[in-house]
């Protein structure tokens, strides 16, 4: 998208964002890490209250972060990278790079929770809230979750009030590095509070639904609430 095109839907973007959030608070606060009285897990709390271990997760160092993937890693240049939002929005749209840089940026530390049974504690991000290309593209009143894709055929479905929260990012670098191939680069989600599963990598499309939809893993068995302090690995 043309830079001038961009900056000019910054304008009522912030209360754009706020409306949305506020439309979604009562969902957000039903969310369960927001409503679990009783998180299980082990070792002191994170910055969300959580214990920062999940049950049953063995924590590794942030040097050996794995890589998972379905099976290829597919070769995307930033200049050649483009994000799709669309689906049920009144103001579809498509980011560059430079217009991902062009939105207000932020650095989140944050934990990342494999399924499959590894952690790794205190990554540090930097990248752009999903709130703000929610706000961008303005969701209609009808839409209630939202289906990521990767550019190697991958996707993962939210409910919105999740979507939203502040530390589900779209991001370009990790540990002060551009984001690799490997994990996703050049521009990946991370969704801190769920399972890693729901954070796409090589990500290329965001559609908000008006139902729930199932993704790729969400399809084969995985859970689609996907939420690690109750071991909610399964359906
Ligand atoms: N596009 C895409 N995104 C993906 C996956 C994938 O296979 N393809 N795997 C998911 C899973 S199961 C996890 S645990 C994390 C792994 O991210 P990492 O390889 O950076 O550790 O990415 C998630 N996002
Ligand atoms: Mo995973």
Redesign the pocket.
């Known amino acids: 998208m043309a830079k001038t095109e961009l900056s000019a839907r910054f304008h009522g973007l912030d209360e754009a964002r706020r409306a949305l959030r506020a439309r979604f608070e009562e969902k957000l606060l039903a969310t369960p890490s927001l409503a679990d009285t009783g998180p299980q897990g082990e070792g002191p709390p994170n910055r969300h209250g959580m214990p920062r271990e999940p049950p049953g997760q063995n924590v590794f160092e942030r040097r050996a972060?794995?890589?998972?993937?379905?099976g290829r890693i597919p070769a995307v240049a930033p200049e050649e990278w483009r994000l799709s939002v669309d689906g049920a929005v009144e103001e579809p749209l498509t980011l560059r790079y430079a217009d991902l840089l062009a939105l207000p940026q932020v650095d989140e530390e944050a934990d990342?929770h494999?399924?499959?049974g590894w952690s790794i504690l205190d990554l540090v991000f930097r990248g752009v809230r999903f709130e703000w290309i929610a706000a961008l593209a303005r969701p209609t009143p009808e839409a209630t979750h939202v289906m990521t894709y990767?550019s190697?055929g991958?996707s993962?479905n939210l409910p919105l009030e999740e979507a939203l929260k502040p530390d589900v990012l779209v991001v370009h670098s990790a540990e002060g590095k551009h984001l690799s191939p490997?994990?996703?680069g050049p521009v990946?989600i991370v969704v801190p509070q769920l399972?890693?599963?729901k954070?796409?990598?090589?990500a290329s499309r965001i559609e908000f639904l008006t139902h729930d939809r199932r993704g790729y893993?969400e399809i084969r068995g995985y859970s689609n609430t996907a939420y690690p302090w109750r071991d909610d690995r399964n359906w």
Do not use: I, M, Q
Not at 65 to 70: A, G, I, K, Q, R
Not at 199 to 202: C, L, N, Q, T, V
């Open positions: 972060w794995p890589v998972l993937d379905l990342f494999c399924v499959t990767g190697d991958y993962t490997e994990h996703g990946r399972w890693a599963w954070g796409a990598k090589w893993w």
